[in-house]
T-cell receptor, first 112, second 114 residues
Framework: NAGVTQTPKFQVLKTGQSMTLQCAQD?????MYWYRQDPGMGLRLIYY???????DKGEVPNGYNVSRLNKREFSLRLESAAPSQTSVYFC???????????FGSGTRLTVV | KQEVTQIPAALSVPEGENLVLNCSFT??????LQWFRQDPGKGLTSLLL?????REQTSGRLNASLDKSSGRSTLYIAASQPGDSATYLC?????????????FGSGTRLQVQP
């Protein structure tokens, strides 16, 4: 099925550990996004990539890095995880015709 | 800065009722507005996408309207069912920013009682 695939679905990290969240889409979309969702805060944009080879900061980029590996893949890296980064992370891509967004199923991350 | 507000935050109705969820936004310079459904512990499922030039969109029992000038959208659910229980999020895509990302409301948590 066409869509956005995120891995892993769940992860527990210790403070200071690093990890990379993977995202891939097979809809040939140019733009891809990383959001985090926290209770009472809604979804907030971390980073986005308007096209292959470009990335830019969103609303809450501190503590994260991203890589747009190719048109399909957009990864999010936590270099030194902190408890404040406990959240649910969503990757999304946007179609270029109608500008609708498709979201992945999310990664639930806990930092202890 | 664009702000999106959804009222009510939570809603509980008996099965079969028609209901309206509200979304308001502060900056009317938008490309489009999208309604999503989120089930507990799951991702977001797109329900309806309304372009800024459109007034409404319909899909099955769902109808979404957009009044850009007043900064409002409503999601109408006809003949609600227990399977409609979920959190409903609205999001706008701003016209005048380079990032072309969505600004989300905090959602309305809907419970439909059998």
């Amino acid at each position: 099925n066409a869509g956005v695939t995120q891995t892993p679905k769940f992860q527990v990290l210790k403070t200071g550990q690093s990890m990379t969240l993977q995202c891939a889409q097979d809809m040939n979309h140019n733009s891809m996004y990383w959001y985090r969702q926290d209770p009472g805060m809604g979804l907030r944009l971390i980073y986005y990539s308007a096209s292959e080879g470009t990335t830019d900061k969103g609303e809450v980029p501190n503590g994260y890095n991203v890589s747009r590996l190719n048109k399909r893949e957009f990864s999010l890296r936590l270099e030194s995880a902190a408890p404040s980064q406990t959240s649910v992370y969503f990757c999304a891509s946007r179609d270029t015709l109608y500008y609708g967004y498709t979201f992945g199923s999310g990664t639930r991350l806990t930092v202890v | 800065k664009q702000e999106v507000t959804q009222i009510p935050a939570a809603l509980s109705v008996p099965e079969g009722e028609n209901l309206v969820l509200n979304c308001s936004f502060t900056d009317s310079a938008i490309y489009n507005l999208q309604w999503f459904r989120q089930d507990p512990g799951k991702g977001l499922t797109s329900l309806l996408l309304i372009q800024s030039s459109q007034r409404e969109q319909t899909s099955g029992r769902l109808n979404a309207s957009l009044d850009k000038s007043s900064g409002r959208s409503t999601l109408y659910i006809a003949a609600s069912q227990p399977g409609d229980s979920a959190t409903y999020l609205c999001a706008v895509r701003q016209r005048d920013t380079g990032r072309r990302a969505l600004t989300f409301g905090s959602g309305t948590r809907l419970q439909v009682q059998p």
